[in-house]
């Protein structure tokens, strides 16, 4: 049974600052790893994907990833209100020729203004 | 709007009725994919499609749900005789051609949100 794991939160942080989400994933095999960011009522909106060890950036978001540690993360740099919602970490393996995503329960942010 | 599309946004049934949800994928990706979000649960796949064919369908119940996706039109989810745990929001994403290693994006559309009374 694959899992990933988040801390469901709420994860509150003040505007302007660093909001940290953290991930772990029980398959080795994953080979894809994905954020999502979603709205109360609203549909998955892909944020980031990362598929190699270490860092991507992308604006104000930053992934990380340890496949050693299975463990990836994403740092929001000068939190905004308007990044308030619940961010789904999503990992892929694909080595069995089926891609679908498993997807962790969600971390609910609220940036306070 | 090159977005996937889904309708109906919104659907009613009663118990014991029938459920057909559609989904257009964007334009240029051939893959579909169903997930269900079940109220205060995670995303959960359902089924993999590629045109005329079902690729994965591990997350599928055994019983009542079926999905195809023809040679032309949309992709259909299908739910016979529904239950009140049914409902959910049904979401579809799709993806291009898929490339081994790559990271194979999928991007979702605005989901369905059955309720059955």
């Known amino acids: 049974q694959k899992e990933v794991e988040q801390n469901s939160g709420p994860l509150s942080v003040p505007e302007g600052a660093i909001a940290s989400l953290n991930c772990t994933y029980s398959d080795r095999g994953s080979q894809s790893f994905f954020w999502y960011r979603q709205y109360s009522g609203k549909s998955p909106e892909l944020i980031m994907s990362i598929y190699s060890n270490g860092d991507k950036e992308d604006g104000r978001f930053t992934a990380q990833l340890n496949k050693a540690s299975q463990y990836v993360s994403l740092l929001i740099r000068d939190s905004q209100p308007s990044d308030s919602a619940t961010y789904l970490c999503a990992v892929m393996d694909s080595g069995a020729g089926s891609y679908q995503l498993t997807f962790g329960k969600g971390t609910k942010l609220s940036v306070i203004p | 709007n090159a977005g996937v599309m889904q309708n109906p946004r919104h659907l009613v049934r009663r118990r014991g009725q029938e459920a057909r949800l559609r989904c257009s994928p964007m334009k240029g990706h051939s893959h579909v994919y169903w997930y269900r979000q079940l109220p205060e649960e995670g995303l959960k796949f359902m089924v993999y499609l590629q045109k005329e064919n079902i690729i994965d369908e591990s997350g599928m119940p055994k019983e009542r749900f079926s999905a195809e996706f023809p040679k032309e039109g949309p992709s259909i989810l299908r739910i016979q005789q529904v239950v009140r745990g049914d409902s959910a929001a049904y979401f579809c994403?799709?993806?291009?051609?898929?490339?081994?290693?790559?990271?194979?994006?999928?991007?979702f559309g605005p989901g369905t949100r059955l309720t059955v009374l």
């Open positions: 994403a799709s993806s291009p051609l898929l490339i081994q290693g790559a990271n194979n994006e999928q991007f």
